[in-house]
Every structure is written in C-alpha cells, then in structure tokens.
C-alpha cells in the first residue's frame, strides 16, 4: 500500500511559480514510477508528468514542457513538481500518483497508476 499527500498548491500570478509536494508512506516509493496529473473544472484528468523509478528519466505534457519540472528525493520518499512560468490554463486540482508496477518505465496513461493522493488546488489569477 502506498498514501500520498499533496501539498503546496494554492494562488498564484500569472507568471508566478509554485512548488507542489508529494509525500508517500510505505516502503515501496523508491521501486515505483510516480506521475501527476491534473484535472480542471468541467475537464478530463490529465496527464502532466511523469518520472521513472530511479529518478534519472522524465516526461512531459507538451503543454507544460521548458515550464514544470518534476523530481523525487527517493530518501525522502518525497515527489515534486516545480511549476514556473504558470498560465490561468494550468488551474486545476493536481494529483500525486504511483505506478502500479515496480521497477518500470515511464508511465504516462492514469491506468498505469494504482494510487493517487487527494489532490491540491492550483489557481493561477491572469
């Protein structure tokens, strides 16, 4: 079993920047791929980024590529995502994810996901 808490969202300028946190439990943090995803009002989740379980590869949404970056501090058992560059576009609710599988490649589809946080709210004002 994996639990995972999102943290630091919340209202921002246009331009501003924001750095979301993601802490898990368990013991298996450090085998998972982990992702966030995002999902606006009246929209379908969707994917942001994603990176592998060792933390040396990542993807990204072309709507958010050369703007987020995302991490994991593996001691830590800690996911980030560093947002800069923030449009009123990128206002939704952001979730934490862990891959289903262990010791995989990147996972991108939400499918490939067995747990999600509860999510935090990003506002982006123009």
């Known amino acids: 079993q994996v639990q995972l808490v999102e943290s630091g969202g919340g209202l921002v300028q246009a331009g501003g920047s924001l750095r979301l946190s993601c802490a898990a439990s368990?013991?298996?943090?450090?085998?998972?791929?982990m992702g966030w995803f995002r999902q606006a009002p009246g929209k379908e989740r969707e994917f942001v980024a994603a990176i592998r379980w060792s933390g040396d590869s990542a993807y990204y949404a072309d709507s958010v590529k050369g703007r987020f970056t995302i991490s994991r501090d593996n001691s830590k058992n800690t996911l980030y995502l560093q947002m800069n560059s923030l449009k009123p576009d990128d206002t939704a609710v952001y979730y934490c994810?862990?891959?289903?599988?262990?010791?995989?490649?990147?996972?991108?589809?939400?499918?490939?996901?067995?747990?999600w946080g509860q999510g935090t709210q990003v506002t982006v004002s123009p």
């Open positions: 994810a862990a891959a289903k599988s262990f010791y995989s490649g990147i996972d991108f589809r939400s499918d490939d996901y067995a747990y």
């Open positions: 368990g013991r298996t943090f450090s085998s998972r791929g």
